[in-house]
Structure formats: structure tokens, C-alpha cells
């Protein structure tokens, strides 16, 4: 095994990105099987074939490996929002794809939300803040599309945070329920869904 | 302090059911607040005015408390939806009061949520299972009503899961945004989700 974090296991090559993204997939994986708790900065180094002080190049402690889960997914999440909402011409499509984009993400990063609701309580405080501080962003980057709505008239009389958190809500609960290898894919999915909002918020 | 599980620490006689719930409200709040794995049987028995060996008398372990807390949370939400549905007379009206029975209890149960959220990895799996379980029951229990809708022709195109997972969805999320002392009434909160889901949903 290597310690100087320029090869894998099984030999190839990875510059300091590549690295970094090695060690934070093993970590996914190992946090997912066996526990946040259960493993140790051991059991990833020996993962990724480094040793515990080449770890420490990338990652000074374990719950930086966890925030650096955590961040990406919700990154993954505001700049997919952030493209989706720049892909349509009107507040309604807006919408529309940002649904799409949400569900998308929650589906795609089952295990990384799984860690980060399971073990929010090991973050550092100024850290879930970050986390928090994000996911707000998220929450206004929707909120500002049914705003437009409703200055266009378009809304029926309901409150902006409850319809904001009404379309959150059922986007981001399908990590609880819905299986991409089940019975309704992922666009009859999203299609279902932004007919029910929409019925639902607009004149 | 007294041992013998009669007495609290003012003095005040329980019967052993009220030393029960006298023992889980101060864990709840000890778990809220201070957090379940920074709370020690020893800090609970102190609370309650009781022994540790007079605790054991009740709960055998910490995470036999963290069980009930959460046990008797997910109870309160299948008495109050089957209460909800009892208590009104067609499948839309029965959804309607099964939403805002939802609601309320989540609203009313914050601390438990939190609790439950934050330490689901702290029960035993024959434990998570019980309380999935009982959460498929009353996610069972509403889309028995969408079922009825559909089966009357009253309900739009949509998958029943779908529909079913959208209210929950929409219902569940209170937990992470809504403010019962903020500008936005109870009331006014399940009106408009329930409006934004029927004229969703309904032909």
C-alpha cells in the first residue's frame, strides 16, 4: 500500500482531485454499510490504500470526511436548481424543471441524505449551520418563482411559504418512499407531481 | 430522593403509569435538550427523583425510554388519524381531517420528531421495524381514502402512491418550516394544503 495518495490499490494513477473523490466515495459507501459510528479513519485508509498520515493530506478528522459528503450533495443540489431555473423562460417552467431537478438529486443521493440525516447531530455546530444555510438558499430560489406568480396574478390566495414548502415537501419526500426500479418512473414522477402543484396553486 | 417510585421530588404521590410518563417527559426533555447520548440513566433517575435500580423497575435500558418516547408519538398519530376518519363522512372530507390530524400532531410533537430523527440509529432493528411498521399503517390508512376517490371516478390520472406520498409529503415537511407562533394560523396552514392537494388532485 501507498501512502504518498498518488495510486490505488490497484495501481492506477490519481492526482490530488481524483484522490480526494476516491477517499469520499469509500467513505460513502463505508458510512452507508456499516455506519458513520462503526467506521473508522483506519478502515478508510486501508479502502483507499493510503495510510492514516497520507489520509490526513486530504481529511485532519472523520467528520470533515462527513461534511464533505454532506456539502457536495447539497451543492449537487443548488447548482442543479440553479440550472434548471436558468433552462425555462417563464416562472411556471421554472418551477416545473426545479421540481424536477430536486427529485432528481433526492433520488440520485439516497445515501448521502441517509448519512446526513442519521448523523446531523455529529457535525459541528457552525457546520450544520453552513448545511442550513443552504438549504434555505435552495428553499428561496423556489419561493422567488412563486413570488412572480403571484405579482403576475397568477396564484390563488395562499400563503408563499406554505405553497414554497408544499411543493418542497412532496419533492423532498420521496426519499421516503419512491424506488426508481419500481412500478412509475422518474419523469411520471415529476409529471404527477408538478400536476398536482399546479392544479393545486394556480388559478 | 426517594427509590420506591411513589414520590417525585416535590413529594407528590404517582401511581405507577404517571411515574411511567413522569419518567418519559423528562427524558424527552432531557433528550431535547441536552441530547440522548449526553444524557445518562443516572442524570434521568436524578430528574425524576428516583434510584437507578427504582428506574430499571420501568425501563431496563436508555434506549428502552428513547423506544417508548417514540412509540408513543407514532400511537398518538394512528389514534388521531383513525379519530379524523371516523369522524367525517365521505373519502374527501375523511382526507381532509386525516391531513390536518397530520399536521397537528406533527406540529404538537416536534420534540419527538427531532428525537426520533436524530437517534433512529439508536434503536434496534426489530424496533425501527415496529415503528416503520406502524408509519406504512397510517400512510395505508390514507391511501385507502385516495382509493375510494379513485374508485368513484372522482381523482385525476395519477398514481395512487404518488398522490398518497404528495399529501404525507406536504403534511410531514411542517415539520421543518412551520412556526405555530409565526404569521400563518393552524387552521389557515391545513386549509391551504388541503386546498392545494384537492384542487390537485379532484376532477
Known amino acids: 500500500m501507498s501512502g504518498n495518495g498518488t495510486t490505488t490499490p490497484s495501481g492506477l494513477r490519481l492526482n490530488p482531485n481524483e484522490r480526494r473523490e476516491h477517499i469520499l466515495r469509500a467513505a460513502l459507501e463505508a458510512f452507508h454499510t456499516k455506519g458513520y459510528g462503526q467506521t473508522s479513519v483506519r478502515d478508510l485508509a486501508d479502502a483507499v490504500g493510503m495510510s492514516i498520515a497520507g489520509m490526513y493530506h486530504y481529511f485532519a478528522a472523520k467528520d470533515d470526511i462527513l461534511f464533505a459528503i454532506i456539502e457536495s450533495a447539497v451543492d449537487r443540489l443548488l447548482a442543479e436548481l440553479t440550472a434548471a431555473r436558468d433552462s425555462a423562460e417563464t416562472p411556471e417552467a421554472r418551477i416545473r424543471t426545479m421540481l424536477a431537478a430536486t427529485v432528481r438529486v433526492v433520488v440520485e443521493n439516497r445515501a448521502e441524505i441517509r448519512i446526513q440525516l442519521d448523523n446531523a447531530d455529529k457535525l459541528a455546530p457552525e457546520r450544520r449551520e453552513t448545511i442550513r444555510d443552504r438549504l434555505r438558499e435552495s428553499v428561496r430560489m423556489v419561493r422567488a418563482e412563486f413570488e412572480q406568480l403571484q405579482l403576475a396574478g397568477q396564484l390563488e390566495e395562499l400563503d408563499l411559504n406554505v405553497v ?17 426500479d419500481g412500478p412509475v418512473d422518474m419523469e411520471t414522477l415529476t409529471d404527477q407531481l408538478a400536476e398536482i402543484l399546479f392544479h393545486g396553486v394556480l388559478k
Open 164 to 180: 414554497t414548502f408544499a411543493m418542497y415537501g412532496m419533492a423532498n419526500w420521496v426519499y421516503h418512499w419512491y424506488d426508481p
